[in-house]
């Protein structure tokens, strides 16, 4: 029989050792046998066998110490130590592996296990052996086969987090369509009154019109939301007239809501810029709903862009209430953790975020202050298109996230 097929049991139970040593015979393999901890450690040394079958609790020198020094013996590099013990715990096991060991068996067993773990640990060390006679060291082996490892374990991390991204993007879309959907089908139940008014039949159908409109601008925004905190937007570059987008989404604002909605002026030089036009006009758009909640149908809104030191210069004011130190703080937190987790808390809206998270892929920033008359000020700065000049090709595979629809608010 070959060296390598060579088998060690060190246990005090004559009676086990006897049984376990026949056993394995019968599987063709040559077997040693030796009553304690110090006997044990001459087989080893004298016959170099390919596997140690280990008894953890033996008077004198226990399998842990024996374990170790069989690790710590030159010559032994290529013996496999399997622990055998009545107790059983994790503690135990973990510490059987600390010692050295490669497998734990808990008394009673069977004997088919045991025939099933001697034959894999037989059979990777005879792969371990052909490894090295093709000039592979086990070492090396070792850490491809942790390197493959730490990739699974990146893979299942992604799956992970693309299911948490996935639930958490149902989640808000759940909740960011259902009050505009729910007045949707409110408003068109009270249309189909045949006693309805005519005059009264079109101003609900206004209304409709509206709340379809909102409707379709929160869908863009949670789509947009989740494709940012996918890490699947990417920025295109083109010349943009700024001061026609922002007269556009006023336009279509106020078209939108009538009367519904505060005044909505616009200050815009006419000027060129290299942006993401869909991009912009979707931080615009954002801005102004914004505004025009925290303003009231009363309040009004003002509307800035300009161009000023080579950056693009957008800057919305309203008539709402001062903003609170807190909800400053609050009011941008932004996306990027890959698993759902930066997408905004269900009822607190996207709108901010979303600003934010676009100002960040433009290299741009964002900012908030309370104005001395009242209101408040929400302003985005960005630089001309040169971000492209620090994204690699590969950064720009998958989705492009492009809003080409002026009528989109």
Do not use: W
């Not at 901890?37 to 170099?48: I, K, N, W």
């Not at 789509?223 to 699947?232: D, T």
């Not at 941008?332 to 676009?358: H, M, N, T, W, Y």
């Not at 290299?363 to 104005?371: Q, R």
Request: net charge negative; with cysteine.
């Amino acid at each position: 029989m070959d060296a390598r097929e060579r088998v060690l049991i060190i246990d005090d139970d004559g009676d086990l050792r006897a049984a376990l040593a026949e056993y394995l015979r019968g599987m063709g393999l040559d077997v040693l046998e030796a009553a304690d901890g110090e006997s044990g450690l001459e087989a080893v040394r004298a016959h170099a066998p390919a596997l140690v079958l280990l008894d953890l609790t033996m008077p004198g020198m226990d399998g842990y110490v024996v374990c170790r020094a069989i690790r710590a013996m030159p010559g032994a590099e290529r013996t496999a130590v399997v622990v055998i013990t009545g107790l059983a715990g994790t503690d135990l096991a973990l510490r059987a592996f600390d010692s050295g060991a490669v497998d734990f068996i808990t008394k009673p067993f069977h004997l088919q296990e045991v025939r099933a773990r001697v034959r894999t640990h037989l059979e990777a060390r005879r792969r371990g052996v052909a490894l090295e006679e093709k000039g592979l060291s086990l070492e090396k082996a070792f850490s491809e086969a942790a390197a493959m490892n730490r990739s699974l374990l990146t893979l299942n991390d992604k799956l992970r987090k693309s299911e948490a991204l996935k639930d958490r993007f149902l989640s808000l879309m759940r909740n960011e369509i259902n009050n505009p959907l729910n007045d949707i089908i409110g408003l068109a139940d009270r249309i189909l009154d045949p006693a309805l008014d005519p005059a009264r039949g079109r101003e609900l159908a206004r209304l409709v019109r509206m709340e379809a409109t909102r409707l379709d601008f929160q869908i863009r925004n949670v789509f947009c939301a989740a494709e940012l905190e996918a890490g699947q937007a990417r920025p295109t570059v083109s010349r943009v007239d700024v001061a026609s987008v922002a007269r556009d989404v006023a336009d279509s604002c106020s078209r939108a809501a009538g009367s519904q909605h505060p005044e909505v002026r616009v200050s815009a030089e006419e000027a060129h810029f290299d942006t993401d036009g869909g991009m912009v006009h979707l931080i615009l758009a954002d801005l102004v709903a914004n505004a025009a909640l925290r303003s009231g149908p009363a309040g009004q809104v003002e509307v800035s862009v300009a161009v000023t030191g080579g950056q693009l210069r957008i800057r919305v004011a309203d008539s709402g209430p001062a903003l609170e130190e807190q909800a400053r703080q609050d009011l941008f937190r932004g996306f990027g953790g890959g698993d759902g987790s930066g997408l905004a808390a269900p009822g607190l809206g996207l709108i901010l975020p979303v600003v934010k998270a676009l100002a960040d892929l433009l290299d741009g920033s964002v900012s908030a202050e309370n104005l001395p008359g009242g209101g408040a000020a929400f302003e985005v700065r960005l630089p001309p298109g040169t971000f492209l000049d620090h994204m690699d090709a590969e950064s720009m595979d998958g989705n492009l996230l492009i809003f080409d629809d002026p009528q989109a608010f």
